[in-house]
């Protein structure tokens, strides 16, 4: 089932998501929700927090063409960052048609918890390490606006709640 994505503005996304502690058939449905949710959107991550759950939650499939390759990741986080960094223009499904640059770890290694409880780690590079952290940032309250400068920031907000105005009148 199809999720609506909650937009920027919205203090839900400013949040803190809680620990799974246990991982349910609920969350199952969630993370398949959310897989189908982010490839209609068409995106390449979603966090829980942007279809409104407060949970640590992400999916991502950065394969463009080909076999797709989901991950589900219960209570992700980084173990381990490269020094070495890495520029990509990122954008966000809760920041429709916004871009901007954004410096991040070329590698990281990340360990999170599957759909079956079992635990991984796993070294991610290139768009796989910048979406794994874009999605681990949802689960932090952070956004990768919150790296662009004020101005640009303000900017996109302000679009944003222009957009909220205009889908609200519809």
Not at 17 to 34: G, Q, Y
Not at 91 to 97: K, T, V
Not at 123 to 135: I, P
Request: with cysteine; net charge negative.
């Amino acid at each position: 089932m199809k999720r609506p994505i909650l937009i920027h503005p919205d203090l839900r996304l400013k949040k803190v998501a809680e620990p799974v502690a246990d991982i349910s058939d609920e969350l199952r449905k969630l993370a398949d929700d959310m897989l189908e949710t982010m490839y209609d959107a068409p995106g390449i991550g979603l966090a829980a927090p942007q279809v409104g759950i407060n949970s640590r939650l992400i999916v991502m499939d950065c394969v463009k063409e080909g076999t797709p390759k989901p991950y589900v990741m219960f209570n992700p986080r980084v173990i381990a960052r490269s020094e070495e960094k890495n520029v990509y223009e990122e954008g966000c499904l809760s920041i429709p048609e916004q871009y901007g640059e954004v410096t991040r770890p070329a590698e990281v290694d990340v360990q999170w918890i599957d759909r079956d409880g079992k635990e991984h780690v796993e070294a991610f590079d290139k768009l796989w390490a910048t979406c794994v952290q874009h999605e681990i940032d949802h689960l932090d309250g952070k956004l990768f606006i919150d790296y662009l400068s004020p101005m640009k920031r303000q900017m996109i907000t302000r679009k944003m709640q222009k957009l909220k105005r205009e889908r609200a009148r519809v």
